[in-house]
């Protein structure tokens, strides 16, 4: 089977993901040699790369919202997707089309030659050659896993934020915090700004930037970020003494002021080639939104979906949850992927959780929901936990069981909370 002008999306992405043996080959020679191939034409304007544990995706959406917000024109790429791949490419603020996205994959096709190329190596190039065509202002980009690595680090970004460092991904990353550090440094530059939006990040994150000869920016050093003397409100501060007194961030939490602080110094840092008013700031706050991360769908019984996968995430989730006070009874739809320690995901949760309904995503990736059970054992109490195959069944169970005032959190994945994200319409 080969690609033809008459393929889909669809057709192309499971294609895609048939051309390399293994789902994760990290380097940067193929993207690189692939990369050189596509034509001369370069990204022109400013580049900020976001990676980091947990955070990534919001600071990504503030990064955007305040950009368009001035009124420059953005180029963004995230992943994973929720419901739809078009979700992690946006040209403008909307989702690139398929037919836009087809006509990328070909031309990617026809420079790699018989460079094998992962499904997310090929998602990137494609973001990259779609990017370079539309000319944007400004040109975000998520880092997949990791970063030294990562397909999106074969671009020299202008600036680089971490947002935060946590324990995900250790098989690949390093068991350490230290070690994961390292892997995320990899996308800073010397000379260039390097944001780090995490107070109690690693030492070794720091460490790193410095000895590169990055401008280091962080969170609770070089940048403040404090609660506003009169309340209601926040204050952001660089360190050439600059203040901006903020409204709190539409994104709920604590680490939501975090990664948005990171964002703020990344644009202040590339003031001179795209200055972005407080105005635009104030108003990007208000606008950034991101599905999946606490989103709240109020009603008689109100759904909570949250992509926490991790232990740092569940941490921040129980907090926002705590903040929430539901009036009525909690109870958890939860699955995880089969990488994943899905103790150390609902174990903070517990306290929170009134009944539990353990379940597995359709992707190929996720731990069944009778082995979740199994490594839940004497994590959650017997009584009041439900074992069900399908997301869409838990859902349907935890809902039927629910009376008014009482909410539904779905969390553990991106494909759980895709998942519950379909049942209830998009």
Same mark, same amino acid.
């Given at each position: ?19 390399? /043996? ?113 000319? /944007? ?160 769908? /109020? ?128």
């Amino acid at each position: 089977m080969y690609p033809t002008d008459l393929w889909t999306l669809d057709q192309w992405l499971a294609w895609q993901g048939t051309l390399t /043996p293994n789902r994760m080959e990290f380097g940067l020679t193929r993207v690189r040699e692939v990369w050189s191939r596509l034509g001369p034409a370069r990204l022109e304007c400013p580049v900020i790369t976001v990676g980091g544990t947990n955070g990534k995706g919001s600071c990504v959406a503030f990064l955007e919202a305040m950009a368009q917000a001035a009124g420059y024109s953005t180029g963004c790429y995230s992943s994973p997707h929720l419901l739809r791949y078009n979700e992690r490419v946006r040209i403008a603020g909307a989702e690139v089309s398929d037919a836009l996205l087809c006509a990328a994959f070909a031309r990617v096709d026809q420079a790699r030659g018989a460079v094998p190329l992962t499904y997310f190596e090929f998602g990137t190039l494609a973001a990259l050659d779609l990017f370079v065509r539309a000319a /944007p202002d400004l040109v975000v980009l998520e880092v997949g896993l990791g970063g030294r690595l990562d397909a999106v680090n074969l671009i020299d970004a202008d600036c680089s934020v971490v947002t935060s460092i946590g324990h995900d991904h250790t098989a690949w990353l390093g068991e350490t915090l230290d070690l994961i550090a390292g892997e995320k440094a990899g996308i800073f530059r010397a000379g260039r700004p390097a944001v780090i939006g995490q107070p109690n990040a690693p030492a070794a994150l720091r460490a790193a930037a410095l000895a590169l000869g990055a401008r280091v920016l962080q969170v609770g050093a070089e940048l403040g970020c404090a609660a506003a003397p009169e309340g209601g409100g926040w204050v952001w501060s660089g360190p050439d003494g600059e203040r901006l007194s903020l409204p709190a961030p539409a994104m709920r939490g604590t680490f939501q002021h975090h990664n948005a602080a990171a964002a703020i110094a990344a644009l202040r840092g590339l003031r001179a080639r795209l200055p972005v008013p407080v105005s635009a700031i104030r108003a990007g706050l208000g606008r950034a939104r991101l599905a999946g991360r606490f989103q709240v769908f /109020p009603g008689e019984v109100t759904w909570v979906l949250d992509v926490a996968h991790n232990h740092e995430a569940a941490l921040a989730l129980a907090e926002n949850l705590r903040a929430f006070k539901c009036p009525g009874k909690v109870r958890a739809v939860f699955g995880v992927l089969a990488d994943k320690a899905p103790e150390a995901v609902a174990g903070p949760l517990c306290p929170l959780v009134d009944a539990w309904y353990l379940t597995a995503s359709a992707d190929a990736r996720a731990m069944s929901a009778a082995l979740l059970a199994q490594r839940l054992q004497g994590v959650l109490p017997d009584a009041g936990t439900t074992v069900l195959p399908t997301v869409e069944e838990a859902l349907a169970a935890a809902l039927a069981a629910s009376v008014a005032g009482d909410a539904v959190l779905v969390f553990g994945s991106f494909t759980t909370v895709g998942e519950a994200l379909r049942v209830r319409g998009g």
